[in-house]
T-cell receptor, first 113, second 114 residues
């Protein structure tokens, strides 16, 4: 199974600033995804990170707020821009193997003051 | 309609007993996959078990088994011989056909009592 790492594991940020989260997979995956999980809630898909092209965003999420890069098959970044306290969440990166199973990184706990 | 429904927000089970976590799904696609994930308080999502819609047998992985009832569109997770470390949130998820999107349920919080 794919092993996925994320950096940072947690951060506390001031409103109005931006944070970039990195996601590294130890093997090639067919797809990479970014999710947000607000306290006590289920996972919400932000976008699918496409290699070498613009990410595909879900309804309610826009590129200006959550720019995503995926320069190769095993690495992706998510930036949370112009943060507000409402952006405080766990952000999870995942990879889809060709076995159709999705594996997750350990998550990034973001607190915005 | 909700794609994945988990009707038990919270469950308690005595250590060493078995517990069933409910999951129903809604799809008209004949090809789909069903997944269960465990999320401890640390926040990571741990893949537990997978069931394909065409699989004839119920999936099993160690102490985890998936009670797949296709006609009822249910995919309940059974944890045998519960351990204190099983205390966590459990999410049921579905992927339809050739689509890349996963639908997640609202989760069930399991507490294992000593």
């Amino acid at each position: 199974s794919a092993v996925i790492s994320q950096k940072p594991s947690r951060d506390i940020c001031q409103r109005g600033t931006s944070l970039t989260i990195q996601c590294q997979v130890d093997s090639q995956v067919t797809m990479m995804f970014w999710y947000r999980q607000q306290p006590g809630q289920s996972l919400t898909l932000i976008a699918t990170a496409n290699q070498g092209s613009e990410a595909t965003y879900e309804s309610g999420f826009v590129i200006d707020k959550f720019p995503i890069s995926r320069p190769n098959l095993t690495f992706s970044t998510l930036t949370v821009s112009n943060m507000s306290p409402e952006d405080s969440s766990i952000y999870l990166c995942s990879g889809l193997e060709n076995t159709d199973t999705q594996y997750f990184g350990p998550g990034t706990r973001l607190t915005v003051l | 309609a909700q794609k994945i429904t988990q009707t038990q927000p919270g469950m308690f089970v005595q250590e060493k007993e078995a517990v069933t976590l409910d999951c129903t799904y809604d799809t008209s696609d004949p090809s789909y996959g069903l997944f269960w994930y465990k999320q401890p308080s640390s926040g990571e999502m741990i893949f537990l078990i997978y069931q394909g819609s065409y699989d004839q047998q119920n999936a099993t992985e160690g102490r985890y088994s998936l009670n797949f009832q296709k006609a009822r569109k249910s995919a309940n997770l059974v944890i045998s011989a519960s351990q204190l470390g099983d205390s966590a949130m459990y999410f049921c998820a579905m992927r339809e056909g050739g689509f890349n999107k996963f639908y997640f349920g609202s989760g069930t919080k399991l507490n294992v009592k000593p």
